[in-house]
T-cell receptor, first 118, second 109 residues
Framework: NAGVTQTPKFQVLKTGQSMTLQCAQD?????MSWYRQDPGMGLRLIHY???????DQGEVPNGYNVSRSTTEDFPLRLLSAAPSQTSVYFC?????????????????FGPGTRLTVL | GNSVTQMEGPVTLSEEAFLTINCTYT??????LFWYVQYPGEGLQLLLK?????DKGSNKGFEATYRKETTSFHLEKGSVQVSDSAVYFC????????FGAGTRLTVKP
């Protein structure tokens, strides 16, 4: 099992550019999510999905779009990059979904994408 | 709402020293509590967890006890190694998952 994979590992964008961060998992998990990690702030939830065709917003969704066409893949799109989106982005998946519709049990994380927006 | 507060770092210890990283939480009901570890250049991975009061999670010599009376889940290890150098995150699972800010640990030989 590869677990959760993410590409690219590093990316530099100019303000206004768009790009897609890729995420895939081979554990057949229904739940997938995207977080951003900023110094001193821990991880914050951007978007999540409880299955193919179903997505919802997390804590900090503005400026990002997601789609879930298959169980395996959950790409994150930056529509028009801004310097405030400079961060490390983690994709995660979970076998368990809480009654609230979000993961409340163990999550499996990808290695992250370090994004810099100039 | 749900939140997690963990001790600020960085923490620097000598090999074989005792480690404590404090974590306290605020939540309604009965959350699950987790410690994740992030090694350099990698994603977070689960270190240990506890799902109810007085449970003790343990793994790789680390342990933490779910204390409802003090709303705490402090991480401890009796003798750290250089290979334990990493960032440690406390997390709470209730209606959603909340992460602490992370504590960077450096262990020197």
């Amino acid at each position: 099992n590869a677990g959760v994979t993410q590409t690219p590992k590093f990316q530099v964008l100019k303000t206004g550019q768009s790009m897609t961060l890729q995420c895939a998992q081979d554990m057949n998990h229904e739940y997938m999510s995207w977080y951003r990690q900023d110094p001193g702030m821990g991880l914050r939830l951007i978007h999540y999905s409880v299955g193919a065709g179903i997505t919802d917003q997390g804590e900090v969704p503005n400026g990002y779009n997601v789609s879930r066409s298959t169980t395996e893949d959950f790409p994150l799109r930056l529509l028009s990059a801004a310097p405030s989106q400079t961060s490390v982005y983690f994709c995660a998946s979970s076998y368990s979904i809480g009654t609230s519709g979000k993961a409340t049990d163990t999550q499996y994380f990808g290695p992250g994408t370090r994004l810099t927006v100039l | 709402g749900n939140s997690v507060t963990q001790m600020e770092g960085p923490v620097t210890l000598s090999e074989e020293a005792f480690l404590t990283i404090n974590c306290t939480y605020t939540a309604t009901g009965y959350p699950s509590l987790f410690w994740y570890v992030q090694y350099p250049g990698e994603g977070l991975q689960l270190l240990l967890k506890a799902t109810k009061a007085d449970d003790k999670g343990s793994n790789k010599g680390f342990e933490a006890t779910y204390r409802k009376e003090t709303t705490s889940f402090h991480l401890e290890k009796g003798s750290v190694q250089v290979s334990d150098s990493a960032v440690y995150f406390c997390a709470l699972g209730n209606n959603d998952m909340r992460f602490g800010a992370g504590t960077r640990l450096t262990v020197k030989p």
